[in-house]
């Protein structure tokens, strides 16, 4: 059974970089697949964040792009987020999930649990 | 707001059916497929539908997906309490990348 587990801080400053670890458990990452991100505001609901592909290949969301880098560790089977100059607008949960699509889609079929991110001084 | 529309909430009794709209456009829904996804309150979201009609292993058959032109239809049939939660249409968007319409919650009374 595939798992995803998010993990970082959970407080992050107004302008500082927001960075975020999913470890995944049940599948190598070095098998295939994209790996992405996507967050939800409270209350609100689901913005796609970006996706990384086993060989580093990334694509992400347009209004976000300028601020955002995702990478992958595959010795560690796991991949991060970083999100720079935040915003209290970019407190969210952030939930990491296995791409099944890739590119021209929007399929993620394993989820983490999520983790609650906000962004105050 | 998002590019994929979805009607706020919806409601039926037990056992009734629902069905859930996701509208769009040419640059969505038109050329690309359509997946759901179930978040039960507190929860992670769960893939509910994919490629517009396939079910995940596990999704019982009450649930369906269906998709004409610009726009996209989940269904739910024998409705149970435990089917409350809010319901997000997704698919590729030329323009904008991987998009989610903005959630419909499901009241079962």
């Known amino acids: 059974q595939v798992q995803l587990q998010e993990s970082g801080p959970g407080l992050v400053k107004p302008s500082e970089t927001l960075s975020l670890t999913c470890a995944v458990s049940?599948?190598?990452?070095?098998?295939?697949?994209?790996w992405g991100w996507i967050r939800q505001p409270p209350g609100k609901g689901l913005e796609w964040i970006g996706s990384i592909y086993h060989s580093g290949s990334t694509y992400y969301n347009p209004s976000l792009k300028s601020r955002v880098t995702i990478s992958v560790d595959t010795s560690k089977n796991q991949f991060s987020l970083k999100l720079s100059s935040v915003t209290a607008a970019d407190t969210a949960v952030y939930y990491c999930?296995?791409?099944?699509?890739?590119?021209?889609?929007?399929?993620?079929?394993?989820w983490g649990q999520g983790t609650l991110v906000t962004v105050s001084s | 707001q998002s590019v994929l529309t979805q009607p706020p909430s919806v409601s039926a009794a037990p056992g009734q059916k629902v069905t859930i709209s996701c509208s769009g456009s040419s640059s969505n829904i038109g050329n690309n497929y359509v997946s759901w996804y179930q978040q039960l309150p507190g929860t992670a979201p769960k893939l509910l539908i994919y490629?517009?009609?396939k079910r995940p292993s596990g999704i019982p058959d009450r649930f369906s997906g269906s998709k004409s032109g610009t726009s996209a239809t989940l269904g739910i049939t024998g409705l149970q309490t435990g089917d409350e939660a809010d319901y997000y249409c997704?698919?590729?968007?030329?323009?904008?990348?991987?998009?989610f319409g903005g959630g419909t919650k499901l009241t079962v009374l």
């Open positions: 490629d517009n009609n």
């Open positions: 049940g599948y190598s990452i070095s098998s295939g697949y994209y």
């Open positions: 999930a296995r791409d099944l699509g890739g590119e021209l889609s929007c399929l993620f079929d394993y």
């Open positions: 997704g698919t590729w968007d030329s323009s904008l990348g991987g998009v």
